[in-house]
């Protein structure tokens, strides 16, 4: 049979740039294999089109016993300590989430013959597709160009996904769709020169109200929040919201910017962040960093000059005249539902995942994907509902779910048999049993704990005992990260939860920080703050008692957030801290695992001599007073006194720093100056503190502020400073790990 | 035709419940090197209804077991055909599943002789009359050598021109090692007699050393009657869940050798005996199966 490929298959269907382009990358892969293309070269190439690494692909697994080489067997690699032969992520970006059925299709069908039969949702209204093969990944952009969806500048340094509120077009508080200019603003920026030379990526969104949570523009590189003035449309642009590991909140560019002028105006955004933005340290390089240091009002008036010298070009409006249709016609009439008898499970669904749309007898479904996740055979047997009941109405959510629009209500209970076939009637749609995850230890690289894992564990705790839930603890929402990065949003979160670790005994055990009074409305307008670490075992029951504590605490009307409030910091530490000690090893080894995992959470368990235990212990102890003087700190914060907070955050970097000074250097006195200058030396200037992928990000924040360590006064300083200060402590932890580790391997007898 | 992925799946007679068990068995699967191919990661979809279960993640090869069956999924073979890719995937999954049995912890059964042959490849198999026609062509001369011409095979993807061009086949009384003797070698032992089972095993040199010097020891088969009349080692019949009622009649301080037929479930009495105190049983590491391969090649392996 002759060997008919994708490329001739395809040939001629895709855009013509689109199909060159992906011509190109194939043959860079060729070259990478042959040892042609430099490693670093290369690995920019390839992120560029969303192809990445996963947890792995060194090469190197940890399988409970011992870290063991995965005997790969090809020797070059597509990038710094990625081995060529491991498989890894696809990121498909689609703009503001929304899909046609025969896109469904096409994703069912690569997740079928280059993944693991799984689509995942991410929170950014991606589609990722985990163990595919770098070669196979041509062939893979090949049939999504072939259907207009594209995977370039999914990662890297560019402009990634413009997402947008699911509900554009068809919700009750928005001023316009915005769909239409999200999908131009993707189409302008792609492969534009000016967004070629960032340090850092840049993230994009859209949302058609100030109100609501779904556009969650706050946090976002930049932000359009739809607007009318005087009949004509518009966006409010804000710009250097970011979550990551110190979140901030975007800054106002402009209350207005008219539609025709809101593509020049970010390109000269863009051209300001590409010229000024920091471009070495990727830690500093998000445009979030760079306002902070231009201070708003500068950048501003750099943008408008930038504006001026802008070339013109026909694009910046030409879309206008045509605006990019999104979604097609609704296929069937709309039509009430009728009080006719309902099948079994309908009404517990309706209440939860249907609501209605501005257009009268039409409405939105919401299906509810556990962890964002469907198989490739619900991906075809959604595309049959949607040619059905909704056509091209199909979209993502950050909170990744799917959503279909235009369901005529009449049709609600046949649309509900349908999806409860294939498993996608779940109930509880944007409820406290929506658990939100990043993938965590599955499969990133950068995960500590698994946020998958007990992000399922939640879900199936709380969807058993839903019916007997208090309907305000019904509406709360719980997001979850594997680390301090915030892919799960764990900041806008009633509860929300990062991944850590901390030593026990000479063991490691998998914790999760606890983050409080998040909120995703109002385009997640406020961010929470840190609790304290529980184990990740516990942290089912810290829920249980942070909802039963609200159930029963509660004033009428009193939200979550503003109960947390109310009670004050170190009352909430107080319902949390039993549940903050490790049981011993031999009575509980369960906590010494991770959920869904059956290897031990350890990397300190080969052969400890008394020596390194004591070194253990000791750093311990000293560690305990930095974490108490970064609650403090919190406290403060709190209580408004902010010169307190920045000078609690500082003394407790000290006190880390000299935690591990003190493992090294048992006299060290309790002087800044000679604490910082010992702990540079020792750990600093060693990169013995830099952790593979942070490096010295987080010991630069102690250096930072021991250089000026004036108190500003300022909220926004006084509450960056506190989060700098508890990563500094995860960072002096990882250390410290790091250090026992090495330690460990020193003391295994030769031969073991 | 040589398609990108081509899997095979055995329904299962009993799956495992809960499915967690199916986690640590494929950790252990990846830390004792049991099964073939280079292994990843293990993936936890029970949160998927009807989802891939839990799936032991592979370079060139994905294991899974979910409520309906166990599946292997053979990728990354470059111009490797199809009917060879089937031999390749169906020795790798029958390996596993004598992994699984000899397995102490794990509890679940599948069938070798009800298995599902899907080709995942729409460019070279697509679902149609044409694509399928050339999946059967190629793999029906491959099921008649290794199941005879009496097997079953029913094309089941009809219903969806978009799904992989499936098989199923019945094959009545299938004979698994018979199978497995006609596929070509692969990279790891068939049985791992290496991997201990319990904290009490013995090997068979070492029960054939027993047995020879005459010490009194008491043999205990926790088979099936079918498994003990096919070919046994004289040993009481004791099938395993039976064993409690049994276990007040036997001597506490009886030297007791419990084997099965790989040695999982042997495994899993020698724990209940060691529980109910009995502090001289042992077991014999990979059954009967491991009696017959090293001692007597004689007797007849099933």
């Known amino acids: 049979m002759s060997a008919i490929t994708w490329k001739d298959r395809l040939a001629g269907q895709m855009d013509p740039d689109w199909e060159a382009e992906i011509d190109q990358f194939e043959a860079q892969v060729e070259l990478r294999k042959q040892g042609k293309l430099e490693d670093k070269v290369f690995a920019e190439t390839r992120l560029r089109r969303g192809v990445y690494g996963q947890r792995y692909d060194n090469g190197e697994r940890f399988d409970g016993f011992a870290t063991r080489q995965l005997p790969f067997a090809d020797v070059p690699t597509k990038g710094p300590e990625t081995l060529w032969d491991a498989p890894g992520m696809t990121r498909i970006k689609v703009p503001y989430g929304g899909v046609s059925p025969q896109q469904l299709e096409v994703l069912s069908d690569l997740a079928e013959e280059y993944s693991d039969e799984i689509l995942h949702v991410t929170t950014r209204q991606d589609y990722q597709l985990h163990f595919v093969h770098i070669e196979d990944t041509p062939d893979l952009m090949r049939r999504l160009a072939a259907v207009g969806i594209t995977t370039r500048e999914a990662c890297g340094n560019s402009v990634r996904n413009v997402t947008a509120c699911p509900l554009s077009g068809v919700c009750k508080t928005e001023s316009f769709d915005v769909s239409p200019y999200a999908r131009a603003l993707m189409e302008f920026l792609l492969g534009h020169p000016d967004v070629q030379d960032f340090g850092r990526k840049f993230k994009p969104a859209f949302s058609g109200c100030e109100q609501e949570a779904c556009g969650l523009v706050q946090l976002h590189d930049a932000g359009f929040i739809a607007r009318v003035k005087d009949g004509k449309r518009g966006f409010k642009v804000v710009v250097g919201g970011g979550l990551g590991a110190v979140p901030h909140q975007a800054h106002v560019l402009s209350e207005f910017t008219a539609v025709e002028d809101f593509l020049v105006e970010i390109q000269a955004v863009a051209r300001v962040f590409a010229r000024l933005g920091e471009k070495k340290n990727r830690n500093r390089a998000r445009i979030k960093f760079l306002i902070a240091e231009l201070g708003i009002e500068e950048f501003k008036r750099l943008v408008v000059e930038e504006i001026k010298t802008v070339p013109p070009d026909p694009r910046h409006t030409e879309f206008l005249e045509d605006l990019p249709v999104t979604g097609g016609a609704a296929p069937r009439p709309p039509q009430r539902l009728d009080g006719g008898a309902k099948p079994p499970g309908f009404d517990v669904w309706h209440e939860t995942n249907v609501s209605s749309q501005r257009q009268e007898g039409y409405a939105v479904v919401t299906i509810n994907l556990p962890l964002g996740d469907l198989t490739s055979r619900q991906g075809r047997a959604l595309a049959d509902i949607a040619r059905e009941y909704v056509g091209d109405n199909i979209r993502t959510s950050v909170e990744q779910n799917m959503l279909l629009r235009f369901v005529s209500e009449a049709d609600l209970p046949a649309l509900y048999s349908a999806l409860d076939v294939v498993g996608l009637a779940i109930p509880g749609a944007g409820t406290i049993v929506d658990v939100t995850s990043c993938p965590g230890t599955d499969t990133c690289k950068l995960g500590i704990a698994a946020s998958r894992g007990l992000a399922a564990e939640l879900r199936t705790r709380l969807a058993t005992k839903s019916a007997s839930l208090d309907d305000a603890v019904k509406n709360m929402r719980i997001k979850i990260s594997g680390c301090f990065n915030s892919c799960g949003q764990h900041h806008i979160a009633d509860i929300g939860f990062y991944g850590n670790s901390r030593g026990i005994d000479g063991r490691r055990v998998p914790h999760f920080q606890v983050i409080l009074g998040g909120q995703s409305r109002e385009n997640a307008a406020q961010y929470g703050m840190a609790m304290g670490s529980v184990p990740s075992k516990a942290a089912p029951e810290v829920v249980d008692a942070l909802t039963e504590g609200y159930v029963q605490g509660r004033e009428k009307g009193e939200t979550f957030q503003e109960w947390i409030g109310r009670l004050g910091k170190r009352n909430v530490r107080g319902i949390i801290q039993p549940f903050m000690k490790v049981p011993a090893y031999d009575a509980q080894p369960g906590f010494y695992t991770d959920w869904s995992d059956a290897r031990e959470f350890t990397i300190g368990d080969l052969g400890i001599g008394e020596c390194a235990g004591e070194i253990v212990s000791l750093f311990g102890i000293e560690v305990m007073k930095a974490e108490s003087q970064v609650f403090d700190a919190q406290c403060s914060l709190e209580e408004g006194d902010y010169e307190a907070a920045e000078d609690h955050a500082y003394r407790s970097m000290l006190s880390a720093a000299r935690a591990l000074v003190r493992m090294e250097y048992i006299d060290v006195t309790e002087d800044p100056s000679e604490i910082v200058t010992q702990w540079k030396t020792r750990f600093f200037d060693t990169e013995r503190f830099f952790d593979r992928f942070a490096k010295g990000k987080f010991g630069q924040y102690l250096l930072d502020w021991h250089a000026k360590p004036v108190p500003s006064g300022d909220r926004a300083n006084a509450a960056r400073r506190v989060e700098e200060a508890q990563l500094f402590i995860e960072a002096s932890h990882g250390c410290e790990a790091r250090l026992a580790a090495e330690q460990a391997a020193l003391e295994v007898p030769a031969g073991a | ?302």
Not at chain 2, 93 to 104: H, R, S, V
Request: aromatic letters at 6%; glycine letters at 8%; hydrophobic letters at 45%.
């Open chain 2, 1 to 302: 035709m040589n398609p990108i992925r081509l899997s095979v799946k055995f329904a299962a007679i009993e799956a495992p419940e809960p499915l967690d068990a199916a986690i640590p068995l494929f950790h252990r699967f990846m830390q004792q090197g049991l099964v073939e191919g280079l292994l990843i990661d293990v993936a936890d979809y029970q949160h998927v209804p009807q989802g891939p279960g839990i799936l032991l993640v592979g370079h060139d090869i994905d294991y899974g077991v979910d409520e309906t069956g166990f599946v292997a999924i053979r990728k990354r073979q470059d111009g490797v055909s199809a009917a060879d890719q089937f031999r390749d995937v169906l020795r790798m999954a029958l390996g596993a599943l004598q992994a699984m049995e000899a397995d102490a912890e794990f509890r679940a059964s599948f069938d070798p002789g009800q298995l599902r042959v899907a080709v995942m490849d729409r460019l070279h198999a697509p679902n149609t009359d044409e694509g399928a026609a050339v999946v059967e062509s190629e793999l029906a001369p491959v099921f008649a050598e290794l199941f005879g011409t009496d097997a079953k095979i029913t094309r089941t993807d009809r219903d969806d021109a978009r799904a992989p061009v499936t098989l199923e086949i019945a094959v009545a009384g299938i004979d698994a090692e018979a199978v497995l003797a006609k596929l070509p070698p692969g990279s790891v032992p068939r049985i791992p007699y290496a991997a201990p089972q319990s904290d009490w095993d013995i090997t068979a040199e070492e029960l054939k050393e027993l047995r020879d010097s005459g010490s009194d020891l008491l043999l205990i088969d926790v088979r099936e009657q079918s498994e003990f009349d096919t070919v046994n080692l004289g040993g009481q019949l004791v099938p395993l869940g039976t064993l409690d009622l049994e276990i007040p009649e036997l001597a506490k301080d009886a030297h007791l050798v419990v084997h099965c037929k790989a040695g999982g479930r042997g495994a899993e009495a020698v724990k209940q005996l060691r529980k109910a105190g009995f502090e001289n049983a042992w077991n014999l590491r990979g059954g009967i199966l491991a009696w017959i391969d090293r001692i007597d090649s004689s007797l007849p392996r099933y």
